[in-house]
């Protein structure tokens, strides 16, 4: 048995109602009994309802109206937190983000590739080891659509270690000049001080750094050494007198 095309009515909104964009003929699988039509054209976004019209000689039906929502349009995801330099000498960080659409479905979040979760804004984060991490959020909508935004930073939380070798506590000299010599682990440079004298600025090679003073008279003296990497933890040494 040959089955007669089914017109269907096409209307922009979320009712059948009104002139319709468009009247198009869905033909029926005779296996499923299932009648289906393409758009002729591509729809732009929007809401669209469509509804069936069958008549005969006699009367006409129609079905219940279906109404559903074109969209191709990505979610905005925009990560707002930023970290000076990329750095960073805490080991917590509070992530704040957007995530944009009418149609959003899910958020999630991803710590260094460890796997997407749902998260919310903003999330906190503890525990980070010392070295670089990313932080990436993954914003998809009910048709499919998705975007992610990351950031990138360097934890480090450690402080420079630095030490003073010479002169050793109690040591008495027969000089009225004296070089402090010492160990630092950054490669930045050594703030030196002396009492009752000015700062020095020592440099550091191979880990060793040394700055001397002159002009001492007789008397107790005590030498103290700091240190501040890029990330701007500062590390001090132990007194010396």
């Known amino acids: 048995m040959s089955w007669p095309p089914m017109p269907w009515r096409w209307c922009s909104g979320s009712t059948a109602t009104g002139e319709p964009l468009a009247t198009l003929e869905a033909t029926r699988n005779n296996t499923t009994g299932i009648y289906s039509v393409t758009a002729g054209t591509e729809l732009a976004d929007g809401t669209y309802t ?26 905005v995801a925009d990560i707002t937190t930023t970290f000076t330099g990329g750095l960073s000498t805490s080991k917590s960080a509070s992530i704040s983000f957007t995530a944009t659409d009418a ?7 991803d710590l260094d590739g460890n796997g997407f979760v749902a998260c919310s804004s903003p999330k906190s984060l503890s525990g980070l080891a ?5 932080f990436t959020i993954r914003v998809a909508d009910r048709a499919g659509n998705s975007s992610t ?8 939380a450690t402080k ?3 030490t003073i070798t010479s002169p050793v506590a109690g040591a008495t000299l027969g000089t009225s000049s004296v070089t402090v010599t010492g160990t630092a682990t950054e490669s930045s440079s050594v703030t030196v001080s002396l009492s009752g004298k000015s700062d020095q ?21 005590t030498a103290a050494a700091a ?3 890029t990330a701007g933890n500062t590390g001090t040494s132990s007194s010396v007198t």
């Open 130 to 134: 010392d070295g670089e991490h990313t």
């Open 160 to 162: 420079p270690v630095v």
């Open 227 to 229: 240190q501040t990497d």
């Open 103 to 109: 149609n959003r479905s899910t958020v999630e979040c």
């Open 149 to 156: 935004d990351s950031v990138t930073w360097t934890v480090d």
């Open 50 to 75: 469509a509804r069936a019209v069958q008549s005969d000689a006699l009367r006409s039906a129609r079905s219940a109206a279906a109404t559903f929502t074109v969209d191709t349009a990505a979610p």
């Open 201 to 221: 600025t020592a440099t550091v090679s191979s880990g060793t750094w040394s700055a001397t003073f002159t002009g001492l008279p007789s008397g107790s003296y």
